[in-house]
Every structure is written in structure tokens, then in C-alpha cells.
């Protein structure tokens, strides 16, 4: 009848009700926590003027941007006004300089939505999936990293999230780092895009890859005895700020950048960040807009990270005109769920029937009266089904509540409706009794909650 | 600096804090009672295969649907393969079809995902705007109509409207009733168009309009004499299907039609949906392919509806090949929060402040002390904000505690430092007192609680 694939578009995803139970457990647990950090909701449209977008991620970036068709007679120009989001962070800044004189002078907001990347589809890794990104804007004080890795590390900690390291690294750093090993200025972005790698082509890989973009011998081996040394050794961190301190030696901006990671570390100890916080001198993200710290959160095992962030004091001043101070982190929804679902996390209420009453009703006349049971049964919070079809035979309905684990099937018919009553069946134990009319609903959400309890 | 606008696109919005939790707080409710009603999650990508929604709205649809420039070198071609989301019906019936195996027999779903139509934006209507969707798929049963009018009804009940509408038709009645009025077949459509118009232009423009699209004198003077009169009387239902079993007399399919919607009335008595229905046989619905009941839910001096919805038992069948029955309902976010926010109908705790308690840190020594703090407060489930600039004067972040609604202040400096407390500040009583920093939390946590409860 229809050639129309029934697939959802190549990198998407449908979300069944198992899946969407999932996702709402994490969704809530992220809520919770940055509300109670005083983080405020905030949504942004799906798309953006194109210009808003384009020359904000790097020419990488530009290219993987969904780009919307004008509409109308300009349909057919082939050209697009309009285009998808691809990351939480720009439409914030677009929104803090169009709202400046609404929105409170430490703005913190918390945003949980879908972006688009027209990345080639693989496992893990999706052309449309969710951010929960946190961000306070307004503030240069260290106050703010602490704060937000202290929220991250509570959402990851509420989720079951054991042994996670988050790599702290500060972007001043880095510059200082290179300016000492001999990296002239002009190839510190190749060098760092190179020196990201190192954990996966290692040493010799990127060693190779120094030369090959131009850096020269000497800064090559000076680099990667500064970088890869601080790698072996990641668990001390106060050892590893000295031995920074000394690489960065007479290195003003150098010296200064150590002193506030340093000044960071200090501010962590009262949170349940501080003993995942391993600086990490190698760390240097991808994106381009961060002026100052910068951080990211592993797990053994998976590869790639749960999320990052960073300060980047300069992205709002885009949109603005003037500069105003910003750091954020954003968590990726589909990697914590993807580690959650494999480590068999999530509790067992996830899992649980939606449903915790059928009706079954075995005969058209007495429809009406099913419709009122289950008005009752819901008074009582409970979520009740009716079984659609009615029928004296009640196989049907009780095989289907099975199937779907309800845990209690209540039986509408003839009989009971002689005697004044209701059949009450529980699914598990396979007993059934006949239970008064009157004051049905309560002795049915009694027997629900007995039976869910075990 | 940069010319970028910051403003979102035409016909989208940006939701501040203040709107997230009015949105917030009316999609809790509809949750809620949808789960309650049995119905579970599902969520699909904001994207279709352009196939997929092409054709499935009419010729006037289709035109409104934003389309997705190809990517890479296909760019250049400047044709789409991709479409947003134009409604959240069409998407369920593809994973009706897809999912088959995996869905449960009777599928209960609900959707809550924002659409995108390029309308011309005007008041009250946006380019983007959010669905909240019920379908039951898998059963003829009329109980399903009744279990989604029910749940519609409690949704709107909870939210405290009251004198809603429930405007109940049948496409088959409608039929009949044009065959009936003598309009040929081929003009039903059209005839449609125009009667659906009788509350907007009055019964002098709809016969104009009937008489235009070729329906015959006498045949236009029939229907007008049935439909109009329908309308004047709306409110006894059993008497408007007495007239309309009078008007459908000898129409085989009519008979039935008004059999099934007396059916249902009868059906809907045991549940909340009942004494706001009005049978109304001049309700069209715009959408082609509903196929049996139909239904729109009006607010008095609203122009427009706040939903609607009907049974469309061949749509399924345009994906998979074999009609599986479906009945949905649709109520839109957008609109109940307009109603909600003119009448004054959100309860107190939706604008409450975000923070239940704000830290002022008087010296840079003391913010670690002041994380710590900050945690404690947390697990006494408050939401706790760290003023994030600290200094000796405590004048600016009692101004911006003030500012933002913020119950308690708690002072950490010096002072108190050294005999070992905190300074709590009752914000609106202006009270401030000396607190034990041992057990400081739950103490604050007493006080914030009785300042709320004010």
C-alpha cells in the first residue's frame, strides 16, 4: 500500500515507554540537584537564526549544523534562514544579552533539551541528543567552577556513579604551558589539538603529529615531557601543581593560572567534587570559546566523557558587545544512560508496570459502571486501565494484565453487580475475592500497595 | 561589536525562569493525570524523513511544514530530505507501524513535544509550540473515547477551569447528514469547509459560501436548517440526537452514527467528561482523517479551541499496509497558559523564589567553609544559592537577596567564625540571630520552613 520507511531518520531515535521511563529517572535526579544549587529553568526555541549559529564552533562545527529551507516563494532559492541548535551554550549567550534587564545580575540557569549534529552516525554517538547543561553567568569568582562542579559530582553521585574523575585544567594554563616548552604562538592551537590525543595515539603518535604541523624538534620533546609526564601521575594533585609551578616558572600568566586552580582545589574541599578532581594538564576541549578553567567527566571504561564545561568570558560579548563572565558544564543525557543501562543502575521502580489496576468488564451494559470504578481508583491515586473490550469470558483480559504486569485485575460483571460487589484478583498470588461495592476503591488501593511492597 | 540579532526567530519564543515554571507546573499536571489513566511516555525526533509528513495534512499542511536543506555536498542542491515535527499524531501512527512486535495490543501513549508549523505568527500563535497528545491504539471500543474524554476533562478540572466545553461529533454523522440535506457527494468537503465556519461568519455567510462552492439552493436551505439549528441549542444533548435520529431517518449509517454517540454519552456518566459534553453536529475538524467521533474542547470568550481530537482508524494503515484502530486527543500547552495567565488561575507556590536560602561569604578565607555550609543546607533539601562575590561589606548581597525573593540570608565571616556560628537573617522579618554553626542546618532548615509557610 505505502513505500514510506516506518524507521525514524537515520541518527534519531523513538523513545518507547521503557526507554522514556529511563531518561525521565536521570532527567529528574539533574533537576533536582541544580534546583536545589539554585539553578533556574530556562528553553530555547529549536532553532536559531542561521546567523546566530554559524562561526561559533569552528568551520568543523559549521559543516554539522541542520540548516532549514526558507519557506514560500523562497523555497525554491535553496537557501536556509533558519537553523537547527547545536549546542546549549550559544542560544544562552544570544538570550543573556537579549534579556539583560529581566534577568537577575548572577543569572544561573539549568537547560535540558535536545541539539542537532549531522555527524555521521555511530554507536554511542546520535544526530539528535540531549544536553543538561548548568551555567552561571555574571560572576568571575571561583565561587562559580566549585559550585558547578559540585552540582555535577551530586547528580552523578545521586545516580549511583561511583569511580568518575573529573579533569580540571585551566586554558591559561595550557597557553603558558606551551609558551615554555618553545611552541610558538601561532601554532598553539595545532599543538593542542595534537596534545589532546595523547591518550589515544599516545606519545609517539602525537610526537609525530607535532612535527608534521610544524612545531619544532626541541618544543616537540620539551612539550611532551611537560604533558605526558603530568598524565602518568594524575592522582596527586597538589604534586602535580608544584611540579606545574616549576614548569610555568617566570611565566607571569603561567604562574597565575596555577594559583587558581589551585585557589579552586582549595574551594572544592567542602564538596563531593573534591575527591573525583584530578588536574590534568593535558585536558583542552575542543571548542574555542574558553578564557580560563576547563574540565571534563570519565568513567573507566567508556570511552569519551559523561560532559565538560569551562569559563568562557568572552562568548556573550558576541552577541552583546560588551564582555559579561560565564562559565558553564554541560552533561551528555545519552552517555550516562548508555553506562547506567549497561551497569544495570537504574532502580527497580524504573521498571515497574504502569499500571496498577485493570478493569475488566464482562459486559457491554455495565461499561458505565467500570468507567466510575476506575474514577474512584484513581481518587485514590492509583493508575488504572480499563480493559477496552468487554466480554463474559475473561481470559482475554487476564492473560493481556499479565502480560503487562499489572499487579491486581479487578472483575466487573453480572454476578458481582447481583451481589453488590466487585471481583478482586491479584495477579501474583492468583488469589481472588469478592469485595464489597461500597468502599471498593479503598480496599482495592490497600491490596495494590500490599502487593507492590513485595 | 556584532550585528546579530538576539532575538529568537519569528514565531518562536524564549521561556525565562518565570515561564518555564508556569509551563512546568501545567505539564506535572498532565502528566500525572494521563499516567493515572494508564497512558505511558513516548518521544520522537523533532525530524521526520520528509516522506513521512508530506501528504498526511493537505494540500494547505504541506506547505507549512519546515523543510531540511540536505547536507554536505548534497547542500548545494538545495532540496530537503528532512522535515520538523508538524503534529504528533502522524509520528505515533509510523512507530505504530514500526514497533508492532514490542508495543502492547491496546497502546496507550502520551506525547508531550513541541510542533513546528510556519504559520503567519500572530497573537496567540507561534511557529513553535507545544503538544500534549493522548492515543489509544488497538481498539473500536467506544470506551476508549470515553477513557480519553475523561482524562482530558480531569486534566482541565485539576488545573481549575471550569465552564469548559466538550463539542462531540461524528464524521459518519456528518456524512450522513450532508446526504441527507441533499449536498452531492463530491461537494462534502467543501460543504464542510464552510459550515465549520457558521460560529465565525454566521448563517448568512455560510449560505453564501455553500451556494458559491456550487452546493444547490435547496440542499444549502436543508443544511443550514440542520446545522444551525443544532447550534442554538446545544445544551440537552439527548434532545439535539432525538433531532438528529429525526434528520437521519431511512440513512442506514446516520442511524448508527447517532447510536454511537449516544452510546458514548451514556458511557462518559461514571466520569468527570459528562456534564461538560454538548452533542454539536456543526463540529467539522479540520484534519482529513478522522473516520468516527470527533471532538474539540472550547473555554468561554477563548476564540478557538484549547483541543481537540477523534478516532482516525485508517491512518495506521498508510504505514503499515493493514488498518489498526486509533483515537487520540490533542490539548495544546500554549493555550491553556494563556487562559491560565489572564484569569489568574496558577496557584501561589509557581512564583515562590527559586532559593530558599542565600549564603553571603564576608571574606575569600571562609568560602570553602561556605561550600561546606551550602552542602549541609542541601541535604536538608533546600535550595541554597552561594552569593559568589565575597567581601567585607554585606550590603550588596542582602540587596540581591532582597531582589530575589530570597526567605533566610545566612552570614559566614569572621566574627562569627570565631565563636563558632553563622548569622541568620530572616528576610522578611528583618530578624537576625545567632546560630551554632554545629547543627546550624537543620535550624535553618526550621526557619526557612516556618518563613514559607507565612
Redesign the interface.
Known sequence: ??Q??????SG??????DD??R??HVMRVVREVY????F??????????I??LLGKYGEEGD?LI????R??EH??????D?A?RYDLTVPLA??V???QA?????F??YQIQ?V?R?DRPQRGRFR?FYQCDID?I??T?P??E??LL?AVS?VLGRLHFESFVIRLNDRRLLTALLDCAGVAEALHGDALVALDKLDKIGADGVERELLQRGVSAEATRQALTIFSGAVTDPADSDAVLTRLEQAVAGHERGGEAVASLRGLL???????AREHIRIDPSLARGLSYYTGAIMEIAVTDLPGSLGGGGRYDQLV??????DVPACGFSLGLERIIVVMQERDMFPAKVSRS??DVMIA?LSDPL?????????EL?AQ??????????GRKLEKSLK?AV??SVPVLVIVGEDEQAKGSVTVRDLDTREQTLVDRDGAASEIARRVRLSVEH
Open positions: 500500500m505505502t514510506t520507511s516506518t524507521k525514524p531518520p534519531t531515535r523513538d523513545f518507547l515507554p522514556m521511563r531518561r525521565e534546583e536545589s544549587y539554585g533556574e529553568p530556562l528553553e530555547t526555541p529549536a532553532f536559531e537564526n546567523e546566530t559543516k541542520f540548516k532549514i529551507l519557506r514560500g523555497e525554491a532559492s535553496g537557501t536556509a533558519l537547527l544570544r538570550v544579552a537579549q534579556y529581566e534577568l537577575p545580575r548572577f544561573k540557569r535536545p542537532w549531522a539528535e552561571a555574571g560572576s569568582s565561587v562559580v566549585s559550585d559540585a551530586e582549595t574551594l572544592t574541599e567542602g564538596t563531593a560579548g558576541m552577541f552583546l558587545g560588551r504502569p499500571v468488564c461499561r458505565p459502571e467500570a468507567m466510575r470504578l476506575a474514577s484513581r491515586k492509583l493508575r488504572v486501565e480499563i480493559y477496552p473490550e468487554s493481556y502480560a503487562r
